[in-house]
Every structure is written in structure tokens, then in C-alpha cells.
């Protein structure tokens, strides 16, 4: 199979830079797939104005390829069908989560092209094993079925840590488009912005921010080196976040602030650094890093539910709620940052969803 370009409309998008938010997973009490409520999160990221959405993530939650549950495809499948009902008139990136083994990433690269899916968010996690050299031939592998939006996962929700000379490696293989950084450090962050600014490549490869505790920083940052005695200069452009699964409308806002800040010479910095803060306390609560992000997915579900976006925040795991202590930081984060969140945005929208009423 002849791997799938990128389309130019799409390509210029992600390179502009977009609100990408990591989908999540909508369950009844029964903890059954909730299509009605699935489609609602679907429409709403679109209606917030979001630049696309990425499916089967970890935000969707992994558990949905056991076999046992098996909603992978129908999570892919919903969210291609309301985006196609939705008959935008602009461009809107679909990107599908990509995990396991080798074979495994390449059929649900094979999947995600089925439904119209532009990019493949290929995680390296679960592969502690492998060596760098094959990890690589994997990406290789997939990067020949489907565009690839590369992933640097944490370690501390199953990721592992990286060599610089692999990112190096990974920037120079042709149909990788983007990378998702979020390693949730400095040093390892770096070490992808400089290997993409060392490949011939680099001016292919769209950086995005996955790093949900520096997420305002991370896009007003400026990285520069010297390659072969000349200056390059890359940064992240947008987000591709768990974190902007909430609050969305406001993640869009807040994006189209740091573009004008970077655009109208840092005009408004200390204000979006002071932002920074507000924004990484936040996702401490819905995060849940005091237990080592146990209570992640959770966090996200209960905000969700508050805004009534959702009806529960159950997960397809019964031993994942919130973790002790994280409803009152959520309460806390909602009432020291009001102008973070977009619930008037959504109550006004959900007036007008009767589909969820």
C-alpha cells in the first residue's frame, strides 16, 4: 500500500497552528459507549472552534481496544460521521491514535484511512522492550500507510525517555508532518525541537504541545540554533492537549492571544506568562500529578459533567475516579480562575443542542 499524502488544506492548517483537543470517551452509569453524548463532544469541539480532534488517544482511553469492549473503530467511526455531518467550510484535522506493536499501528493506521482520518498519532508507549533502531522501523512502517503525527509520551503514564540522536532519526523520515511533545520536561523537549531544527526536514514538521503543565510557555517560546553555520529558528504552533478537551472555546481564545502577542512583538507577555501559571494550576487539578495522574481522565470526565457535556464521569475502568482531595482542587482552580473556563459559552450552546436535552 502506497502511503496516504497529506492534504494541502490540511497541511496549512497544522502548520498555522490549531486547538487539536484529545477526545474523550462519553459512558453511561452501565459504563456503556453514550453515541448520543459522543456526537454532543464532537459537535462541540467544533462549535468552540477547534481545529480538529484526535480519536482513540489516551484521553479516549486505551482500554477501548480490548477486545472484550472493542469500541475503537465505533469511537473513529462517530467522530468521522458527525465532523462529515457537520459540512464545514473549512478545514478540520482528524487524527487517530495509533498504539501497540507493529502490525498492530499498521491496521489501525489501515482503519483510521477507512474513515477519513488525515493523520496518525503514533505512540511509542508500551514498547519499553524494543530498541531505538527498531522503534524507528516501526514508525518507518507506519509512516508508509498513513501520515504521521509523532508522539513523545511521558514516562510517568507509560512513555519512556528518548536520545536526541532518535528524534533526529525520526524528524528525517519522509510523511511525518508533526510531533506532539509531551514529555513534560525541559531537557527532553528540547532535545526534539533541536533534532527537528538539525533535519533537513524541518521545515515539514509542525511542533505541537503536549506538555499540559507548560502548555502557554511551550507557545510563546522561541527555540534557536545554529545548523551548519547558519541560524534556525522553530516553535510550537498549537496543542494537541487532554487538557483542551475542556474549556475548549477558551483554549481558542487563548491561542489566537499568544499568536497576536508573538505577531505584535510580545505585546501582552507578562500578562499570558502569569496565564501560564493559572493554566498549568488548573490542569494540576484535572490531572491529578499528586498521584501520579491517576485521577487524569476523571478530571477531564468532571468538568465535562458539570458543563453537562457529559452525564457521569465514569470510565471504562471502575477503579478510575478521582483521586482523594482532587474534587475540592477542581472546585478551587473553577473559583480562583473564572475566566479560564467557557461554561457560559457552553450553556448558551447546549440551548440551541436539543440533540442532548
Given at each position: 500500500m502506497n502511503a496516504t499524502s497529506l492534504r494541502?488544506?490540511?497541511?496549512?492548517?497544522?502548520?498555522?497552528?490549531?486547538?487539536?483537543?484529545?477526545?474523550?470517551?462519553?459512558?453511561?452509569?452501565?459504563?456503556?459507549?453514550?453515541?448520543?453524548?459522543?456526537?454532543?463532544?464532537?459537535?462541540?469541539?467544533?462549535?468552540?472552534?477547534?481545529?480538529?480532534?484526535?480519536?482513540?488517544?489516551?484521553t479516549t482511553q486505551f482500554e477501548i481496544r480490548d477486545p472484550r469492549i472493542n469500541l475503537y473503530e465505533t469511537v473513529l467511526k462517530t467522530a468521522a460521521d458527525e465532523i462529515a455531518e457537520a459540512a464545514l467550510n473549512r478545514p478540520f484535522i482528524k487524527v487517530a491514535g495509533l498504539v501497540g506493536p507493529t502490525e498492530q499501528a499498521l491496521n489501525e493506521a489501515r482503519l483510521a484511512l477507512r474513515y477519513g482520518y488525515n493523520l496518525g498519532l503514533l505512540s511509542m508507549g508500551g514498547l519499553q522492550g524494543w530498541t531505538e533502531a527498531a522503534i524507528l522501523d516501526r514508525v518507518r512502517a507506519v509512516a508508509g500507510v498513513i501520515p504521521v503525527f509523532g508522539f513523545y509520551l511521558q514516562p510517568s503514564v507509560g512513555g519512556r525517555i528518548f536520545s536526541y540522536e532518535f528524534w533526529k532519526e525520526f524528524a528525517?523520515?519522509?510523511?511525518?508532518?508533526?510531533?506532539?511533545?509531551?514529555?513534560?520536561?525541559?531537557?527532553?523537549?528540547?532535545?526534539?525541537?533541536?533534532?527537528?531544527?538539525?533535519?533537513?526536514?524541518?521545515?515539514?514538521?509542525?511542533?505541537?504541545?503536549?506538555?499540559?503543565?507548560?502548555?502557554?510557555?511551550?507557545?510563546?517560546?522561541?527555540?534557536?540554533?545554529?545548523?551548519?553555520?547558519?541560524?534556525?529558528?522553530?516553535?510550537?504552533v498549537g496543542g494537541l492537549l487532554g487538557h483542551w478537551a475542556v474549556w475548549t472555546r477558551k483554549a481558542v481564545e487563548l491561542l489566537a492571544e499568544i499568536k497576536?502577542?508573538?505577531?505584535?512583538?510580545?505585546?501582552?507577555?507578562?500578562?499570558?506568562?502569569?496565564?501560564?501559571?493559572?493554566?498549568?494550576?488548573?490542569?494540576?487539578?484535572?490531572?491529578?500529578?499528586?498521584?501520579?495522574?491517576?485521577?487524569?481522565?476523571?478530571?477531564?470526565?468532571?468538568?465535562?459533567?458539570?458543563?453537562?457535556?457529559?452525564?457521569?464521569?465514569?470510565?471504562?475502568?471502575?477503579?478510575?475516579?478521582?483521586?482523594?482531595?482532587?474534587?475540592?482542587?477542581?472546585?478551587?482552580?473553577?473559583?480562583?480562575?473564572?475566566?479560564?473556563?467557557?461554561?457560559?459559552?457552553?450553556?448558551?450552546?447546549?440551548?440551541q443542542e436539543t440533540v442532548l436535552l
Open positions: 494541502p488544506d490540511i497541511q496549512a492548517l497544522l502548520h498555522e497552528g490549531t486547538v487539536i483537543p484529545a477526545h474523550p470517551l462519553a459512558l453511561n452509569a452501565s459504563r456503556r459507549f453514550d453515541e448520543k453524548r459522543q456526537r454532543g463532544l464532537t459537535r462541540y469541539y467544533i462549535a468552540g472552534g477547534a481545529g480538529g480532534v484526535a480519536v482513540g488517544v489516551h528525517d523520515i519522509p510523511n511525518i508532518h508533526a510531533i506532539k511533545v509531551a514529555s513534560f520536561n525541559r531537557y527532553q523537549t528540547l532535545d526534539v525541537v533541536r533534532a527537528v531544527c538539525h533535519s533537513s526536514r524541518r521545515d515539514e514538521i509542525a511542533l505541537y504541545t503536549g506538555n499540559d503543565d507548560n502548555i502557554v510557555a511551550d507557545l510563546l517560546t522561541t527555540y534557536r540554533f545554529a545548523v551548519d553555520g547558519r541560524t534556525v529558528e522553530k516553535s510550537f497576536a502577542c508573538r505577531a505584535g512583538g510580545h505585546t501582552g507577555l507578562a500578562e499570558l506568562l502569569v496565564r501560564n501559571v493559572e493554566v498549568t494550576d488548573s490542569n494540576a487539578a484535572f490531572f491529578d500529578p499528586g498521584h501520579a495522574f491517576h485521577g487524569c481522565i476523571a478530571g477531564l470526565h468532571e468538568v465535562l459533567r458539570r458543563q453537562g457535556l457529559l452525564e457521569g464521569r465514569w470510565c471504562l475502568n471502575p477503579a478510575e475516579d478521582l483521586s482523594p482531595g482532587q474534587m475540592e482542587e477542581i472546585d478551587r482552580v473553577y473559583a480562583a480562575y473564572p475566566h479560564l473556563n467557557d461554561d457560559a459559552f457552553v450553556k448558551q450552546w447546549l440551548t
